[in-house]
T-cell receptor, first 110, second 114 residues
């Protein structure tokens, strides 16, 4: 069965610091993997996705994620966080019936 | 502009009443989805539809109903049988195949049952 775990419920980083949000998945085949961002009271916006090929995926807003099959992980990274990055981040796996993680809330300190 | 619209943004209903949430898309997507989001939880799939006049139950379909009479529209009815309907509801759409079924989301409807 498909499942996604985001181990960190809440992360706080200082503006300008680097960021890594963790995502572990369980999937029977080669997974489709996604990262979405959600601002309060809004819908989800796609940051990036992985289907196949290069395991380092570039997304919007300066984010990237690396697929590591051996670790069943798809962690999201950003080298320098901006205050506007404060939001909730969701990892998802699958296709038609995607499974979403519980989310990681990011707080950015000035 | 192509996109997904959900209306209304906020909805209040009395307990025991049915309520219908609207979702419309002009992206020409075949598939549409309804999710429920509760604080501290991820998204849980209620129903999805890959084609007009056909839909499938997701993980938490009990107490909800949908219809797909037009490709552009996928309304969700929250019935009085839903025990805890207060939540944030998100609609999404995608093409079928090719794009990994990347889902595009609407802005959501916050339903509060008093």
């Amino acid at each position: 069965a498909q499942s996604v775990t985001q181990p960190d419920i809440h992360i706080t980083v200082s503006e300008g610091a680097s960021l890594e949000l963790r995502c572990n998945y369980s999937y029977g085949a080669t997974p489709y993997l996604f990262w979405y961002v959600q601002s309060p009271g809004q819908g989800l916006q796609l940051l990036l996705k992985y289907f196949s090929g290069d395991t380092l995926v570039q997304g919007i807003k300066g984010f990237e994620a690396e697929f590591k099959r051996s670790q069943s992980s798809f962690n999201l990274r950003k080298p320098s966080v901006h205050w506007s990055d404060a939001a909730e981040y969701f990892c998802a796996v699958g296709d038609m019936t995607s499974r979403f993680g519980a989310g990681t809330r990011l707080t950015v300190k000035p | 502009d192509g996109g997904i619209t959900q209306s209304p943004k906020y909805l209040f209903r009395k307990e025991g009443q049915n309520v219908t949430l609207s979702c419309e898309q002009n992206l020409n997507h075949d598939a549409m989805y309804w999710y429920r989001q509760d604080p501290g939880q991820g998204l849980r799939l209620i129903y999805y539809s890959q084609i007009v006049n056909d839909f499938q139950k997701g993980d938490i379909a009990e107490g909800y109903s949908v219809s797909r009479e037009k490709k552009e529209s996928f309304p969700l009815t929250v019935t009085s049988a839903q025990k805890n309907p207060t939540a944030f509801y998100l609609c999404a759409s995608s093409i079928v195949g090719g794009d990994g079924d990347t889902q595009y989301f609407g802005p959501g409807t916050r339903l509060t049952v008093l």
